[in-house]
């Protein structure tokens, strides 16, 4: 069931247009980009003293989530700077919130765990585990907006987020919930912790709910087939190629990022995704190289 | 008008200012005795959650971050333990954290006599978490002054109600004399049992100052009670519904503080209560007042 290929609809790459793939490996390659400065900052030592959360190998859902739930208000987990960043967050307050900067998106408060925007309406995370997702039906409840409750494959398994998937699908509201299934709570796998999926808890609830791979075209498509049957759950199955705060590397089950350049090549696209992974590297590392001096000259 | 009434004026207006009632069992008014209005509906922002406890907490945490003040009831304030989780860790820190405001109204009622979890006052939670206000009306007029003081602020507030002020339709004033023995600061439903065991203690000609302590947090000890506290010959006593290592504990530090009295406190035994009439474990009656008042004077 969990694989590279789990739910993938053969040409499906197709229905996009060039300048949708275009984008949505745009914001992979910047999501890569900074989750690798953020780890090479990090494994220095000197910089940042927290806890960080990085979702490289993990950047395909947030990125086509963007091209296909545009302008919902988000309830991200912990592990969400891809969701920041393709949802067009600002990147220098993401850097400078690493950093412990006041300057910072939740002005140093936050730090890894706990970013928001309000440009782009994404809400803070407190940290605990799964609380997005009920706070986000309460919002959803009292502004009848569309919404995105991001969530993780463990804290999926809060008691409270089943209750609020439950409230959700009672009130009909307005409501994309998406698991970020990576099958890994820290480093205990799924199997260890539950014997059931949550697509079956969701259908249990009366939601719509598919379960597929991170093949960011597959994820574009069902977002897109979902968006007229809200509230609905799509369980994504990813691999996260860090350990759980930035640690050692993770061996993971699929290289998402090189199928999706294997599709790029098939589609001609293999030259301008090289352009732009080239540009998204230049254009991070200058930020990062920036914020870091700025940020030394006030010290 | 009563408490009970008051409390229903209250939510009438607040939905009819485009706020939101969020809680458990509110169609009929079944959970909240008689504090609920029985003709507003779900069109009106009288709105029945799951009895998901937790997550209804933060339910009406996100509708709160909606710009929709909710009010959010919760029957027992022993389900608090459930229900502040979300509240306390989201809508009390999401202003200093985000700069987002976060106000909820949170009707959390007390009881006497509902056993090991449901009855009496748990205020205490919430007091020890910054980011949230603490009130414990017990009068109509009271129960106006809090919610006044959440609509003209962004913060959440709690609202320790206890089932014993639904029926009080008079206001009440603290009592304060030139030269007492000892100053009584009453919290909640301690009130009413306060001033019945000042009358005891009179008949024995022992003088009581009794303060009304609606604010729990933030706190102040004002100048009249310093003051009072400090003329008090044998310092003071604090009561309240809620466990004695709790904010009653907190509040009789900052009075000693300011005063340099001794201050002493009484609430709920440092035990768990049961059901059985002889296994309860309720708010001081005026007998126990008055037997530790005696106590106190005898001791020092």
Redesign the interface.
């Known amino acids: 069931m969990r694989s590279a290929d789990f739910g993938v609809i053969p040409g499906i790459s197709k229905q996009f247009s060039k300048e949708e793939t275009l984008e949505m490996f745009r914001h992979i390659c910047n999501a890569r980009a900074f989750e690798s400065r953020v780890k090479k900052v990090n494994d220095e030592g000197k910089l940042i003293k927290m806890p960080i959360y990085l979702g490289l190998g993990q950047e395909s859902i947030a990125a086509a989530l963007a091209l296909s739930f545009k302008n919902p208000a988000i309830?991200a987990q912990h592990r969400a700077h891809d969701l920041y960043l393709s949802y067009g967050g600002d990147v220098a307050a993401l850097i400078d919130e690493l950093l412990h900067q006041p300057t910072g998106c939740?002005?140093g408060?936050?730090g890894s765990a706990?970013i928001?925007s309000?440009a782009i309406k994404m809400?803070?995370h407190?940290?605990?585990m799964g609380?997005q997702?009920?706070?986000?039906?309460?919002?959803?409840?009292?502004?009848k907006?569309k919404t995105l409750a991001v969530m993780g494959d463990a804290s999926a398994e809060e008691?409270?987020?089943?209750?609020?998937l439950?409230?959700a699908s009672?009130k009909k509201l307005p409501i994309l919930f998406v698991c970020v299934d990576n099958n890994v709570s820290i480093s205990t796998k799924i199997k260890i912790r539950r014997n059931w999926l949550m697509p079956d808890v969701a259908k249990a609830f009366k939601l719509k709910a598919v379960e597929i791979t991170d093949d960011p075209w597959l994820i574009m498509h069902h977002v897109a087939e979902l968006q007229g049957e809200l509230p609905a759950f799509i369980n994504i199955h990813t691999c996260r190629a860090l350990s759980h705060a930035a640690g050692s590397v993770d061996v993971p089950d699929w290289n998402r990022f090189a199928l999706v350049k294997e599709e790029m090549a098939r589609l001609n696209l293999a030259e301008e995704g090289e352009r732009i992974e080239a540009t998204s590297e230049k254009n991070i590392n200058t930020l990062w190289d920036e914020r870091i001096k700025a940020i030394k000259i006030k010290v | 008008m009563n408490t009970s009434d008051k409390i229903q004026e209250v939510i009438r207006k607040h939905l009819a200012s485009g706020g939101i009632i969020l809680g458990q069992c509110l169609v009929g008014g079944g959970s909240a005795s008689n504090t609920l209005p029985t003709e507003l509906t779900e069109k009106d922002g009288f709105i029945d959650l799951s009895m998901a406890d937790v997550a209804g907490g933060a339910i009406a945490v996100g509708a709160a971050l909606a710009g929709k003040r909710p009010i959010y009831l919760v029957r027992f304030q022993g389900f608090q333990w459930y229900n502040a989780t979300t509240i306390l860790n989201y809508a009390a820190k999401s202003k200093e954290m985000w700069g987002i405001p976060c106000p909820i109204f949170v009707r959390s009622l007390g009881t006497d006599s509902a056993g090991p979890v449901a009855g009496n006052c748990h205020h205490s939670i919430y007091t020890r978490m910054p980011g949230v206000f603490v009130c414990a009306p017990m009068t109509p007029g009271e129960y106006q002054r809090a919610w006044d003081h959440f609509m003209e602020h962004d913060d959440p507030l709690y609202v320790s109600e206890h089932r014993r002020s639904f029926p009080v339709d008079y206001e009440m004033s603290d009592v304060i004399h030139p030269k007492a023995d000892i100053t009584i600061f009453a919290i909640s439903a301690t009130r009413l049992d306060a001033i019945r065991a000042a009358e005891e203690c009179a008949k024995e000609g022992i003088v009581c100052n009794i303060f009304n302590l609606f604010w729990l947090k933030p706190f102040v000890v004002n100048e009249a009670m310093r003051e009072a506290l400090s003329n008090s010959t044998y310092g003071g006593l604090v009561l309240d519904a809620d466990h004695e290592n709790g904010a009653v504990k907190s509040i009789g530090f900052d009075l000693m503080n300011a005063s340099g009295k001794t201050v002493h406190v009484l609430a709920l035994e440092e035990r768990t209560g049961g059901f059985a009439p002889y296994l309860d474990n309720v708010s001081p009656s005026p007998e126990k007042i008055h037997k530790k008042i005696k106590a106190i004077l005898k001791h020092v």
């Not at chain 1, 706070?135 to 409840?141: D, M, R, S, T, Y």
């Not at chain 1, 008691?159 to 609020?164: F, K, S, T």
């Open positions: 309830f939740a002005r408060m936050g706990s928001h309000p809400y803070g407190s940290g605990l609380d997702i009920p706070i986000a039906v309460g919002f959803a409840l009292g502004k907006e008691d409270y987020v089943l209750g609020a439950g409230y009672t």
